[in-house]
């Protein structure tokens, strides 16, 4: 009781520009409360309104799959300060000045990996995602832990986190699914100038296929002979290039659609958000209460 | 004053939280709708894809004429359901199109030119590739109906869809023996 009546009279009897830090700071953790309170709210609404697709019939758009996660073929992909192989890390390194750690590295990787159901698989994109990782280490260290990403760091207080998405782990993603045809990115006009330069390569074949009288050299006749021949293949490949199956891409939404990365499953995934969404809900009232409580002690006598 | 301001940020809440729900109601009643658009378009492609289905079958099955116009009818009445939007009905009609496809495919099998003809080899694939696309889009669709169907019915999401008249939608149900999707590759093994 003895702290509130202290509190209080401080409050009444605090001069204006403290009341107004005071009151200023209040002001702004309410205001981060009440951002995360919603945002996490609004996640946890979309992820339970969207319900689960198979990566073989998932339609173009918004979806939300589920499945194991694995590398793409090619390099693995390792994380950096601990050389874990993952198919996501994140990390950051703080540093401590006097009592508090500040953040002087964080980063996020953007490569791409394959998540895979009973059905199918489709590419993860996981730019611009929300991940919600299980799999963490923290550890501090005082000098350089021979890591070369470290070495601007060394003989400082470091602490280091970092967090994995591991290869089969069960994860829900949410977020814009697209199929990238292979024929998406073909370009007529570039095919055939590839093709004719490759041709160009090599003169003497050049001749020998096109000249048609002879004379060591290609006339305009000719070389429009050789242009159209080009161009029939061109068109053959695109054919070939056409029955190509695509690929399917889940990434970030264009517009404000949560992209969201969970090694949970979806029912799982959206409590936990509802958890962070009361707990921030419980921070704002807190909060509110106490400035409510500030304003009202300060400018009581005008209620 | 005080209490004034403090009343306005609490409306405020109120709104904005009241906005979320609505947003995410009218979110919900979309899905429901291009989950629907999705299934249709697959029984549209279907819809053009039994008539090949069976000419290809008259040519070699003469006797079977009563087989071919159930399936046709059936195709008819899936066809007249969608253009009415009847989910209900839909059901019911593919359950009848589903079972005189079964049929169809039975009797095929006392067909050994049939089923060794190249165009009726290429229907059965296509056919059996849509059956399974249509199975999975009406899976999602009846998901996306059921949360949309909770939400309504769910506290404090009711007060808003009821001020706002959002209903609830309809499965897409096929009767029970017909529940399991019909595999028409394995009639052929």
Not at chain 1, 24 to 36: E, S
Not at chain 1, 142 to 155: D, E
Not at chain 2, 3 to 31: C, D, K, P, Q
Not at chain 2, 113 to 141: C, G, M, N, P, W
Request: charged residues 25%; negative net charge; contains cysteine.
């Amino acid at each position: 009781m003895d702290f509130f009546n202290r509190f209080a009279n401080n409050i009444a009897s605090s001069d204006t520009q403290g009341f107004l830090i005071f009151g200023g700071a209040l002001c702004v953790f309410l205001g981060v409360a009440i951002y995360r309170a919603f945002r996490y709210m609004v996640q946890a609404r979309t992820l339970e309104d969207v319900p689960t697709s198979k990566a073989r019939s998932a339609e173009q758009g918004y979806v939300e799959l589920e499945g194991r996660a694995e590398m793409l073929e090619g390099p693995p992909i390792v994380s950096p300060l601990s050389g874990r192989e993952c198919v996501w890390w994140s990390y950051t390194v703080e540093r401590r000045s006097s009592n508090e750690w500040e953040r002087v590295e964080k980063r996020t990787s953007d490569s791409l990996f394959l998540l895979r159901d009973a059905t199918g698989a489709c590419i993860v994109d996981p730019e611009g995602a929300d991940v919600f990782p299980k799999q963490k280490r923290i550890w501090n260290a005082n000098k350089s832990l021979g890591l070369t990403t470290m070495g601007s760091y060394k003989g400082g207080n470091y602490r280091y986190r970092e967090y994995y998405l591991m290869p089969l782990e069960l994860i829900c993603v949410i977020g814009l699914h697209k199929t990238h045809a292979a024929i998406d990115e073909w370009d007529d006009t570039e095919e055939l100038r590839r093709l004719l330069a490759d041709w160009k390569q090599n003169q003497v074949e050049l001749i020998n296929r096109f000249d048609t009288n002879n004379d060591g050299v290609l006339d305009q006749d000719e070389w429009d002979a050789a242009r159209a021949i080009a161009r029939e293949q061109v068109a053959l490949e695109k054919h070939r290039h056409a029955a190509t199956p695509g690929v399917n891409v889940i990434g970030a939404p264009p517009d404000r659609r949560p992209f969201l990365i969970a090694p949970l499953d979806s029912s799982d995934f959206a409590k936990k958000l509802r958890w962070k969404a009361a707990g921030s809900a419980m921070v704002m009232v807190l909060v509110g209460s106490v400035f409510a409580y500030i304003l009202a002690l300060r400018y009581g006598g005008q209620v | 004053m005080v209490s004034f301001l403090i009343l306005l940020a609490v409306l405020g809440l109120i709104f904005a939280y009241g906005a979320v729900l609505y947003n995410h109601l009218v979110a919900l009643r979309e899905n429901v709708k291009k989950n629907w658009a999705n299934i249709d378009v697959l029984l549209k492609q279907r819809h053009d894809e039994l008539p090949k289905l069976v000419d290809t079958c008259k040519e070699y099955m003469g006797y079977e004429q009563d087989t071919l116009r159930q399936v046709m009818e059936a195709r008819t009445r899936v066809s007249q359901a969608l253009q009415n939007g009847d989910v209900g009905e839909v059901g019911k009609a593919e359950t009848q199109l589903r079972m005189g496809l079964g049929g169809l495919f039975a009797v095929a099998e006392d067909y050994p030119e049939l089923k060794a003809s190249e165009s009726f080899q290429h229907l059965v694939k296509r056919i059996t590739s849509l059956e399974e696309s249509i199975a999975d889009r009406r899976e999602l669709y009846n998901a996306s109906v059921n949360l949309s169907n909770i939400r309504v019915d769910q506290f404090p999401d009711l007060l808003i869809a009821r001020f706002f008249n959002f209903i609830k939608s309809e499965l897409l149900e096929f009767s029970e023996e017909e529940k399991t999707d019909v595999n028409v590759k394995s009639l052929f093994n």
